[in-house]
C-alpha cells in the first residue's frame, strides 16, 4: 500500500518549529531525506513515513513530544497514557482515563467529555500551548481521533469538528484526515461522534501495544481509517508475521473469506500487494528500530527474519538509500562522516 501523502504545509510548520527551538532545519531535512526547497513549498506532497522520521527527529532534539511548546511532555509520555487506556472494557472507559492523565500530566493537553442526547464531544484545551500555526492542536485532535480507532479496531465517524481559527487556505486537506470539512472559527476545539459508540469494545492487546508504540508517530500522520479498505485489513494481519509466522496469501485470504485470486485483483484495484505491503512493515519496523538504538543491526535482521544480516543491509538501502549503520547514527545525531569525493554540505 502506497504512503499516503502528507499536506506540505505540515512539513513547514515542523520546521518553523524547529526554528523556534534553536534547532537547524536543513540538518533536519538531510537526516530525513526531505528535499531541501520544503519550507518554501517546491516540492510534491511528502510521505507519511517522512513526516513521522521529521517529528521523530523534533522528539529526540527537544526531549518533548510537544516539542518544547507548552508545559514539558517528556518522551514516553504518550506510551505511558496507552499502556492505562487499553486495559478497559469498552471506548467510554479509555476516554475517561484520557481525561483523567490529562489533569495530571503536565505535558498533556487537557480533555473534558460531554454527552448531549445521541453525541459525544471530546473538547481539547490547547490555550497553554505555544501554537500559533494550530501544528499541535491538529496533532492532538488527529492523535485522539485515531487512538480511539485504533483501540476499537474499526472506524470512528466524526459527526463534526469545530477548530478555534479561522479557515487556512489548506482547509480542504482536512477532510482526508477527518472524513469532515471542520467548521473553523469557533469558540473552542471539538470533536464530535455518536456516544452510543463509547460502548464499542477495546480489541486490542498488549503484544499489539507494542506494535503501535513501535510506530509512532507514523500513525499521527497516517490517513488510514482502521478496516476501511481491503489493503488495511491485509496490513493488519500481515503485521502479526513481526511476532513470527508471516501469513501466506491463502491464509489471508481464508481469514478474508474470498478467493486468493479475487484477494489478488482487489491489491491490484488499490496498487498494491502481499509482497508491497510486507516490505513497507519491514521498512517501518527496521526504521522505528535503528532509531530507538536498542538493538543490534544483527538482532534486528533476526527479528524481521533476514536468514543473514548483509541481506537486511541491502534491502535497507533499497527501501531508503542509506544503510543500516548510517541511518542509524544521524538518526542518534552522531553524523557520520561523508565518502570520499562527496562534498560536505
Known sequence: ????????????????????????????????????????????????????????????????????????????????????????????????????????????????????????????????????????????????????????????????????????????????????????GTDRLTLTFDAALLRTPVVRDEPELADYLNDQPRTWFATRDYGVTVADHIRRILEQGLRGHWPTSDEIAARLNVSTQHLRRLLRQHGTSIGQIKQEILRDTAIASLRRGDESVESLATRLGFSEASAFRRAFRRWTGQPPAEFRALARGAAPSPPSGIAQS
Not at 529526540?60 to 505511558?80: K, M, V, Y
Not at 494550530?134 to 492532538?140: D, I, K, Q, S
Not at 469545530?162 to 487556512?168: D, F, S, T
Open 1 to 184: 500500500m502506497a504512503a499516503s501523502p502528507i499536506p506540505r504545509i505540515v512539513v513547514r510548520r515542523l520546521l518553523v518549529i524547529a526554528e523556534r527551538r534553536g534547532l537547524d532545519p536543513a540538518l533536519l531535512l538531510r537526516r530525513t531525506g526531505i528535499p531541501a526547497d520544503a519550507m518554501r513549498g517546491g516540492v510534491a506532497p511528502l510521505t507519511v513515513t517522512q513526516a513521522a522520521e521529521l517529528t521523530q527527529e523534533l522528539w529526540i532534539l527537544t526531549g518533548d513530544e510537544l516539542f518544547g511548546l507548552g508545559p514539558p511532555a517528556p518522551l514516553g509520555s504518550f506510551q505511558l497514557i496507552m499502556r492505562s487506556v487499553i486495559h478497559v472494557d469498552d471506548l467510554g472507559e479509555s476516554l475517561q482515563r484520557l481525561v483523567s492523565a490529562s489533569r495530571v500530566l503536565p505535558g498533556l493537553t487537557p480533555l473534558s467529555v460531554e454527552i448531549d442526547g445521541p453525541l459525544a464531544h471530546i473538547e481539547i484545551d490547547t490555550t497553554q500551548v505555544d501554537d500559533p500555526d494550530h501544528l499541535v492542536a491538529e496533532l492532538m485532535a488527529t492523535l485522539i481521533h485515531r487512538v480511539l480507532g485504533w483501540l476499537a479496531g474499526r472506524r470512528i465517524p466524526l459527526r463534526a469538528m469545530h477548530l478555534p481559527w479561522p479557515a487556512p487556505d489548506y482547509a480542504a486537506e482536512y477532510e482526508p484526515v477527518f472524513g469532515l470539512t471542520p467548521t473553523f
